[in-house]
């Protein structure tokens, strides 16, 4: 069984200023393959980002003025790796705090030689207070997050007001959050979370239609087996 840190623990290293009493993650100790750890030490300082207290450049960080695309907790990368390596001429920031997927994404950025795939092992919340300027990002991904099934959890969602007021203030006229679940209740909530949540308007008339060029994730694989349904949704920020 895998060692769980406890709801309030922070990530190594975080400023005082920054540490949420409320975490929608929970850190595992999962142990990383010899490869894996090969490429976390060899690779981490060309593509994952630090976090500092001040707001990314992106084109500094890309080298062009392509369009931005924040994936927030990406797991081991499967599905991140396909949609990078298809869409060159979008930019991608995954964030993540599982190392070993850490390790993964990067091995595949170097032998796909990846250019439009940065990562921060970090937070996201607190990345997105601190280094994500406003009307800056033109999409969010968040693709099977913990749903965290019991009530007394559900503030640990990660999907839900005041964050997606947070999302909605970084994203660009026009952006989108994608949302994706093989839990039908925590769809509910996030359906409902969603459209309260000011300029922001369903694409839909309820749930999404499945996106086509959205990769497979292993969540994903295993909600299918468990006879889970897949249920998407897809919100965009509207004009000021």
Not at 87 to 102: M, R, T
Not at 115 to 131: F, P, Q, S, W
Not at 185 to 196: G, S, V
């Amino acid at each position: 069984m895998e060692n769980k840190k406890s709801d309030t623990d922070p990530l190594p290293n975080t400023p005082a200023e920054h540490r949420r009493t409320v975490k929608t993650y929970v850190m595992r100790s999962g142990r990383m393959t010899a490869a894996q750890e090969r490429s976390y030490n060899e690779l981490s300082p060309a593509w994952c980002i630090p976090y500092e207290n001040k707001k990314l450049n992106f084109v500094d960080i890309f080298g062009n003025t392509n369009p931005i695309i924040v994936e927030i907790g990406f797991g081991m990368g499967d599905a991140t790796i396909k949609i990078a390596q298809q869409n060159p001429d979008i930019n991608y920031l995954g964030i993540e705090v599982h190392k070993p997927g850490v390790g993964k994404v990067l091995s595949e950025i170097k032998r796909l030689e990846l250019k439009n795939l940065y990562i921060i092992e970090y937070d996201a919340l607190d990345v997105l207070d601190t280094m994500i300027g406003d009307n800056s990002v033109n999409g969010f991904h968040i693709f099977f997050p913990d749903p965290w099934p019991k009530k007394r959890h559900h503030k640990r969602r990660l999907v839900q007001r005041p964050n997606t007021d947070l999302f909605t203030q970084k994203l660009t006229p026009g952006g989108y959050i994608y949302f994706v679940t093989d839990i039908i209740e925590y769809a509910e909530f996030a359906l409902e979370q969603l459209t309260d949540t000011p300029n922001l308007k369903n694409k839909y008339d309820g749930y999404a239609e499945p996106q086509d060029w959205r990769a497979m994730t292993k969540f994903e694989r295993k909600g299918m087996a468990a006879d889970r349904k897949i249920t998407e949704i897809l919100f965009e920020k509207q004009n000021a």
